[in-house]
């Protein structure tokens, strides 16, 4: 255990909230397994098109079900061949024959079919939802009521004019999250991409309403005299904790990233650019995304990687003025991974019923 930082195990990451795990164009006819939270997800479709989210572990032997198919709306292990209904439930175990049923757990179906909806073979399922084309998962004990997700007003209802792409940083979700945070490394960390843009961050305002960070101000040149309203780069970040943003940096185009540790070293990004321009937006979008995630965001990974500890510290940093956004952040994050460690162990995932 660590005195300050993340402890291993339990607590590592933060409960009770809705994450972008995935691009949801990206999961089509056959499932797709990603790592999250250290855990292995396997995403599929059912019979009706809806999105599952389950352990990518098969209960019988263990294998990868995001190597197997889906025949019928349900998965099917690509070792063995059993298969899982989206509702968790295995419905065919080929070895055993037709009407062969879980050890102990089999109840017949309403026209004399074998169904197998015991512990022992059933999928671990997690709460997931498809939303604005993006995959959020809920990790943490379900509560009675979940709560809505947590998007942005004002965003446009459909991606004619967008463009969606994921990326992998090798650091801490804290680690990432302070990148996303941070306006005042970009002259410096940047410097070849930002031409022009000064260093003063002036004016700078950050406003926390209950879990969500606005931060909004302009990087200008220092002259030593008042903002006149009208020169330096203008920017607005709002976050949605733990780790849904809206990025604006002036103009028409608009940015939404979603991150997600992939496990205690890792950070998966899902990022998305707006460009409300009739015709050419889409590819104006995929233009400025692809250019961000070529250029800038390398610079950034390689800053947070090269960062000492490792993982965020608050005891470990200085924090100035500049930083009240990424210092908002690290204390709601602390108030809730307090929390989580002082109550009683939680449910993960859900289960199958």
């Known amino acids: ?186 002259p410096f960390a940047h410097r070849p991409w930002a031409v022009g843009v000064g260093a003063l961050l002036d004016p700078y305002e950050v406003r926390v309403e209950g879990d969500t960070i606005h931060s909004e101000g302009v990087l200008r040149h220092d002259d030593g005299k008042p903002w006149d309203g009208r020169r330096g780069w203008k920017f607005a970040l709002e976050v949605r904790f733990p780790g849904v943003l809206r990025l604006w940096f002036g103009g028409r185009m608009v940015g939404v990233a979603g991150c997600a540790p992939i496990d205690a070293g890792r950070t998966a990004i899902v990022g998305r650019y707006y460009v409300p321009v009739p015709v050419i937006g889409r590819a104006l979008a995929w233009l400025g995304l692809s250019l961000e995630f070529l250029l800038i965001q390398p610079g950034d990974e390689r800053m947070l990687a090269s960062s000492e500890p490792r993982d965020a510290d608050l005891e470990a940093c200085r924090f100035v003025r500049a930083d009240a956004g990424i210092l908002a952040w690290h204390k709601m994050r602390r108030a809730r991974l307090r929390a989580q460690r002082a109550g009683e162990p939680r449910r993960l995932p859900v289960d199958a019923a």
Do not use: N
Not at 23 to 51: M, N, Q
Not at 103 to 130: I, M, P, Q, T, Y
Not at 161 to 169: K, P, R
């Open 1 to 186: 255990m660590q005195r300050h930082g993340i402890e291993e195990g339990r607590g590592a990451f933060v409960e009770g909230a809705w994450y972008i795990i995935a691009d949801g164009s990206d999961v089509g006819k056959r499932p797709v397994t990603v790592e999250r939270f250290g855990t292995r997800i396997v995403l599929f479709r059912d019979e009706r098109g809806a999105l599952v989210a389950a352990r990518a572990r098969c209960p019988h032997r263990g294998a990868d079900l995001g190597l197997g198919r889906v025949v019928d709306g349900a998965i099917e292990c690509p070792y063995h061949g059993f298969r899982f209904a989206g509702d968790g439930r295995c419905v065919a175990i080929p070895c055993e024959g037709r009407a062969a049923r879980a050890k102990g757990e089999g109840s017949e179906g309403s026209e004399g079919r074998a169904r197998w909806a015991g512990d022992a073979l059933a999928l671990a399922r997690f709460e997931v939802r498809e939303h604005r084309g993006l995959v959020w998962l809920w990790w943490g004990e379900r509560p009675a009521e979940l709560p809505p997700l947590p998007w942005f007003e004002g965003l446009p209802a459909d991606q004619r004019h967008a463009h969606t792409a994921t990326m992998e940083w090798g650091v801490p979700f804290a680690r990432a999250m302070e990148g996303m945070l941070d306006i005042h490394h970009l």
